[in-house]
T-cell receptor
């Protein structure tokens, strides 16, 4: 069964600190992995996409990593800002399904 | 380029009623998918349409239905509403002119927040 597990479920950090969110998946065969950011009351927006051959990809202060062997991905946020407060959703495509598999998300709160 | 537009943004219904939600995809996008989002379950796939045909369906009861029009706009309907149907309903569109493996980026609307009393 295709599954995506995210940890932690929620995270509170102080502004300016770094943090790392985790995503483990069982989707096979693997096609790609995306991280989405969802602000409260808004729709999710794609941050990065990772394909099988990519290990690291950055988008500003967001850096995603992928280990296709262990089926793990992480999203590292550097020098957090209040605007980073949001839910971060890991989405994995593949597994013989047209529809991607969604994680339940990590809720990040950044305090001043 | 206009994004995905969902209407209405908020609505309140009572048990037993029905509701219709609308989604206008990004111009040129022919694939539209619908999702239910609740705090406990995250995003749950409802169904996906491509060129007016339902290509995929999630594990939801028959009270949930949808359709897509020739201009790619889509509607979803929930009949005989239950308290558990209270959720944020998200619509997403994808580019591409032919059915693909679904590896493309999903462009989401702001959602329709449904409250069932």
């Amino acid at each position: 069964k295709n599954q995506v597990e995210q940890s932690p479920q929620s995270l509170i950090i102080l502004e300016g600190k770094n943090c790392t969110l985790q995503c483990n998946y069982t989707v096979s065969p693997f096609s790609n992995l995306r991280w989405y950011k969802q602000d409260t009351g808004r729709g999710p927006v794609s941050l990065t996409i990772m394909t099988f051959s990519e290990n690291t990809k950055s988008n500003g202060r967001y850096t995603a990593t992928l280990d296709a062997d262990t089926k793990q991905s992480s999203l590292h946020i550097t020098a957090s800002q209040l605007s980073d407060s949001a839910s971060y959703i890991c989405v994995v495509s593949g597994g013989g399904s047209y529809i991607p598999t969604f994680g339940r998300g990590t809720s990040l709160i950044v305090h001043p | 380029k206009a994004g995905v537009t969902q209407t209405p943004r908020y609505l309140i219904k009572t048990r037993g009623q029905q509701v219709t939600l609308s989604c206008s995809p990004i111009s040129g996008h022919r694939s539209v998918s619908w999702y239910q989002q609740t705090p406990g379950q995250g995003l749950q796939f409802l169904f996906e349409y491509f060129s007016e045909t339902q290509r995929n369906k999630g594990n939801f009861p028959g009270r949930f239905s949808g359709r897509q029009f020739s201009n790619s706009r889509s509607e979803m309907n929930v009949s005989t509403l239950e308290l558990g149907d209270s959720a944020l309903y998200l619509c997403a569109s994808q580019p591409g002119t032919t059915p693909s493996t679904g590896t493309g980026e999903l462009f989401f609307g702001e959602g329709s927040r449904l409250t069932v009393l």
